[in-house]
Every structure is written in structure tokens, then in C-alpha cells.
């Protein structure tokens, strides 16, 4: 089995709807893909109604989080969607979205680029608007080569000269409203430097004391001593490891399917969800 767990789409801030994801998921031969927008389960629906024969989608978000000042993304997986204190809060995640895309724009602005609200705002389309649209806009003035390459301290990392910051969950909050919904949490790309700075491992093992799952291993920011770190960490504590492409469309260079989770992760993973089950394949009706 081919099991790629991280994947985002138009309902977030990737290039492809739900309904070509998950087509693209089963031509690049995938047998498992998990739907991870930021924030949101806006894509789910479409993702499930085109959903090839063959393929199994697993329902997911990746909810922002901070801790002790820095920036971390938590994936939860097979969780009830409408369970309402935990939609509450993706909630006002979505809200601030807007305002900090606004103040990221002014303070680019400040710093000379000629940006524009209406052109970050016509990259994101229907998508919940994030940093990676404001990347592209960076992208297509010329003034960085990649939307990664805007993700530094001179332009958009955290910290970096043109970041703003938004309402984000404690990740302690985070996990026990996902574990309520009947829920699996994995923590994304934990140790990605490049994206900024990243959780003390004290701080994952605070987070695996209070029901952490996971953490997300083999990922394209991870260098191979930095997985090896990790996996030592994973057993130590006691979490599962997974493997995802994190998978943007177009915004990335990063294939489906370029990493992947063990078939027994994945068995372990629905085992321990509750609020949700996977969706098998039955033939869909193709991408939108």
C-alpha cells in the first residue's frame, strides 16, 4: 500500500480542487490519501463524491497551533466534524486569516514590494487565504524565484520582516478537542528549520504526556540525520512516525506520494479514531 497522509487543496492553499486531488492521488498510484486543508474540512465533501474506485480518502485538517512563542501545525485526522467546540475554533482560525493576509500585504508594501490586496486575493480564489498565496504574489512580481524561498526571515517566516501573526490553538487545546471529536493527532514537520524556529523536543514530549500521537517524519524539509533524530525521539516517547508528500499542486515541487506511511502506521492510526472512518474508493465523478 501507498499512503500519503499531508495533502492540501484549493480549500486551503493548494492548486489542485479536491476533486483533481484526489484523481492525481490515484494516477500517481496512491492507495491512501489523507485531505489536510489548513483549518478547514471545506474540501472533504468534494473530495469523497469524486473519489476513485480504488482509492481511500482519509478526512483530515491541519489545525495552527503555538507554543511558547513558536509556530506549529497539527495535523488531526478521521475527527467529527461537527463536533462544535473543536469547529468553534477552526473557526476563528479562518476569521484572522484575512486581516493577517492584509497586514502582511501593508507591512511588504512598507518594505517596497509592490503588492496588492486584489492580487493576493485573486490567488486564493475560494481558498482559505494563507501565507503561501502571498508567496506566490512574491512569485510573481519577481521578487523571490519560489513560493519556498519566501518563506525566510527576510520576507514571510515567522519572525521575518513581513510576518503577522494570527489566532492559532495551543496545541495542548488543540489535542484534547481533536481527542474529544474522536480524533488522531500527528505533529506536522516538526523539526522543518528552514521554516523558522521550531518545538523544543522537551516541548514534544510535553505534548506526547498530554495524548500526542504522532509526529510526521519523512517529509521534504526533513534532511536524513533529522529524520533518523526523530524516529530515536518517536520511540522514546512512544508516538507513531508517518510519511507525506505535504503536497501543494503547483505551489510545490513535491509530488503525491514522494513520501509515505507504513501500511501498520496507517492501521494503527484508524484504530484509534473514533469520529470518523475512512472513505473507500466506489468510482467518483472524475476532477471538477
Same mark, same amino acid.
Given at each position: ?45 468534494? #473530495?469523497? !463524491? !469524486? /473519489? ?8 483530515? #485538517? ?14 488531526? +485526522? ?27 500585504? %501593508?507591512?511588504?508594501?512598507? /518594505? ?9 486575493? &485573486? ?33 514571510? #517566516?515567522?519572525?521575518?520582516?513581513? +510576518?503577522? $501573526?494570527?489566532? $492559532? ?6 489535542? %484534547? ?14 523539526? #522543518?528549520?528552514?521554516?523558522? $524556529? ?28 533529522t529524520r533518523a533524530r526523530l524516529r530515536?525521539?518517536? &520511540?522514546? /516517547?512512544?508516538? /507513531? ?5 505535504? +503536497? ?41
Amino acid at each position: 500500500m501507498r499512503i500519503d497522509l499531508h495533502t492540501h487543496s484549493t480549500a486551503s492553499d493548494g492548486t489542485d480542487t479536491p476533486a483533481q486531488l484526489v484523481a492525481n492521488a490515484a494516477a500517481a498510484g496512491l492507495d491512501v490519501v489523507a485531505l489536510t486543508d489548513h483549518d478547514t474540512v471545506r474540501g472533504h465533501a468534494e #473530495a469523497a !463524491a !469524486a /473519489l476513485p474506485e480504488g482509492l481511500t480518502l482519509v478526512t483530515g #485538517a491541519e489545525l495552527s497551533c503555538r507554543i511558547d512563542g513558536v509556530g506549529l501545525h497539527m495535523l488531526a +485526522y478521521l475527527f467529527d466534524p461537527d463536533e462544535p467546540e473543536l469547529a468553534r475554533e477552526r473557526e476563528l482560525v479562518r476569521d484572522d486569516r484575512v486581516p493577517r493576509a492584509r497586514t502582511m500585504v %501593508r507591512k511588504l508594501q512598507e /518594505l517596497g514590494v509592490p503588492v496588492e490586496w486584489e492580487q493576493v486575493a &485573486r490567488i486564493a480564489g475560494d481558498g482559505s487565504v494563507g501565507r503561501p498565496h502571498v508567496a506566490t504574489a512574491l512569485v510573481e512580481l519577481g521578487v523571490v524565484e519560489t513560493v519556498s524561498d519566501a518563506f525566510t526571515p527576510e520576507w514571510l #517566516a515567522d519572525g521575518g520582516r513581513a +510576518y503577522a $501573526e494570527k489566532h $492559532e490553538l495551543d496545541p495542548f487545546d488543540a489535542i %484534547r478537542l481533536v481527542k474529544a471529536a474522536g480524533g488522531v493527532t500527528v505533529f506536522a514537520h516538526p523539526a #522543518a528549520v528552514k521554516r523558522g $524556529e521550531v518545538v523544543s523536543e522537551s516541548s514534544i514530549a510535553r505534548l506526547a504526556a498530554a495524548g500526542l500521537d504522532g509526529i510526521e517524519v519523512d517529509h521534504m524539509d526533513h534532511d536524513e540525520p533529522t529524520r533518523a533524530r526523530l524516529r530515536g525521539l518517536a &520511540r522514546d /516517547l512512544g508516538l /507513531l512516525t508517518t510519511g507525506s508528500s505535504d +503536497y501543494h499542486g503547483s505551489r510545490k515541487t513535491v509530488g503525491l506520494g514522494e513520501y509515505t506511511t507504513d501500511p501498520e502506521i496507517y492501521g494503527e492510526i484508524t484504530r484509534r479514531a473514533t469520529g470518523a472512518f475512512p472513505v473507500p474508493g466506489a468510482g467518483g465523478r472524475g476532477p471538477a
